[in-house]
Nanobody, 124 residues
């Protein structure tokens, strides 16, 4: 059974930084893609960032490009999202997700496993 567990959320002032981590346990896949999504109240879940298994391919939503950085440590089965220059509009529940496949995707329907989410709140 695959489990994803996020940590690192919290309350931060605008302009501040947070670092989210996601640890994967259970069955792992050689063709694994990891992603971060977020969902604000009353809004649909949206893509934030994703990284291929080798770390050579990353993709970001335009809204976070240049501010957020996704990275992975395959030896520790961990993916991290470093969030800098946070804005109030970044407030959301952030979800870690894993896809069994080669290609990095932006759609939530392409991801097979999900964490429970961690709350990020950015005050103005």
């Amino acid at each position: 059974q695959v489990q994803l567990e996020e940590s690192g959320g919290g309350l931060v002032q605008a302009g501040g930084s947070l670092r989210l981590s996601c640890v994967v346990s259970g069955r792992t896949f050689n063709t694994r893609v990891m992603g971060w999504f977020r969902q604000a109240p009353g809004k649909e879940r949206e893509f934030v960032a994703a990284i291929g298994r080798t770390g050579g391919t990353t993709e970001y939503a335009d809204s976070v490009k240049g501010r957020f950085t996704i990275s992975s440590d395959n030896a520790k089965n961990t993916v991290t999202l470093q969030m800098n220059s946070l804005k109030p509009e970044d407030t959301a529940i952030y979800f870690c997700a894993m896809r069994d496949g080669f290609s990095v995707r932006r759609s939530a329907v392409d991801y097979h496993y999900w964490g429970q989410g961690t709350q990020v709140t950015v005050s103005s």
